[in-house]
């Protein structure tokens, strides 16, 4: 930890919580721990009947509560780089805890290593509880060995150049500037549209596999539907950043890396569910990405982000 000690930058961390919970304190009691030193832990709470008030008491940590039609995932982020001025930001989500006390350290390292990284983001491990399918999800989308992304990976690796996640991510805050910040209005996928930004303007994206947190979702077929009708909505929106880059066949990919795991290890029984799953995120997606010919009440129907289509309606998002 040498050199990186001997460049050590100023970083703070932003949290995002509505409804926190036990997770949440826990995740903060972590982060506390690390070895790499925090300057200042920022929540920003989207307001709720529920807050824990003993955290705004904890040193080193600052509260914002915001309404909740003041939410949006890339414009409250955007805020919380205005709430601090160090040099390097965390972004996580107040179920991510981290895995242990080298978390920060191993995320900022790149960092540190190289001016050409915009932005570093960590490895996500399965909870306890989380089903197989699920499990084996996290280690296609987030495998034990890191790499840096920029670029010249575009042809071999397509949509996974821009792969990143604001779970927990870090960001060089010269680049973000650089790159005009986080979209001020996005229904998902900020994290994934700035990591595309960063990477055509000839910055790169590092996944630092060392960096570990706790976290995943036994999501639901139609919770699968819906998350990935979001997803498709912020392509379809980003034409700029997404237009020609094609994601299905990485999709395909990983249903079929999926199924040849369960049989590899004697769970055929689990391919229904994998077959049903994969196929509400499909027809998720392929909606998504044709939501303007559908009428408002039905993309509300789709989207697991009722409050965004609410708080646009009236910018004739939809037909």
């Given amino acids: 930890m040498c050199r990186e000690m001997s460049e050590q930058k100023r970083v703070d961390v932003v949290i995002l919580t509505h409804r926190p ?17 925090i300057g200042q832990i920022y929540v ?36 919380g780089f205005a709430l601090s001025d160090a040099e390097l930001l965390v972004f996580m989500t107040q179920d991510a805890l981290p895995a242990d006390r ?17 932005v570093s983001y960590a490895r996500q491990l399965p909870a306890k509880g989380c089903d197989v399918i699920e499990r084996y999800t996290r280690s296609f989308n987030y495998p034990a060995e890191g790499r840096v992304k920029g670029r010249k990976d575009l042809p071999k690796l397509g949509i996974k150049t821009f792969f990143c996640s604001d779970v927990c991510a870090a960001y060089r805050r010269t680049v973000y500037e650089e790159m005009g910040g986080f979209t001020r209005r996005t229904i998902f996928n900020e994290d994934m549209v700035m990591a595309a930004q960063m ?24 919770q699968q539907f819906q998350r990935n009708f979001d997803l498709a909505v ?9 237009k020609g880059i094609h994601s299905e066949a990485e999709g395909i990919r990983m249903v079929t ?8 290890k004697g769970r055929w029984y689990l391919l229904p569910t994998l077959l049903y799953k ?7 997606f392929k ?33």
């Fill in 21 to 37: 919970d036990e997770r949440f304190q826990e995740e903060l009691r972590r982060l506390k721990r690390q070895r790499y030193p």
């Fill in 44 to 79: 920003i709470n989207t307001r709720s009947d529920r807050f824990p008030r003993e955290v705004a008491d904890m040193p080193g940590i600052s509260v914002t509560h915001i309404e909740p039609e003041k939410f949006d995932h890339g414009g409250t982020r955007d805020m």
């Fill in 102 to 118: 080298n978390m920060l350290g191993e995320l900022v390292k790149p960092l540190l290593l190289s001016e050409r990284v915009g």
């Fill in 199 to 222: 990477v055509k303007a000839g910055y790169q994206v590092a996944y630092a596999a060392k960096a570990r947190v706790i976290h995943s979702h036994n999501y639901s077929g139609r």
């Fill in 234 to 242: 912020s392509q379809a929106d980003h034409p700029e950043v997404f």
């Fill in 257 to 264: 890396d999926t199924a040849l795991y369960l049989l590899k």
């Fill in 278 to 284: 994969s196929g509400c995120k499909y027809l998720g």
């Fill in 287 to 319: 909606a998504g990405q044709n939501y303007r010919k559908m009428p408002l009440w039905m993309v509300k129907r789709c989207s697991a982000s009722k409050a965004y289509w609410e708080k646009y309606a009236e910018n004739n998002i939809c037909n």
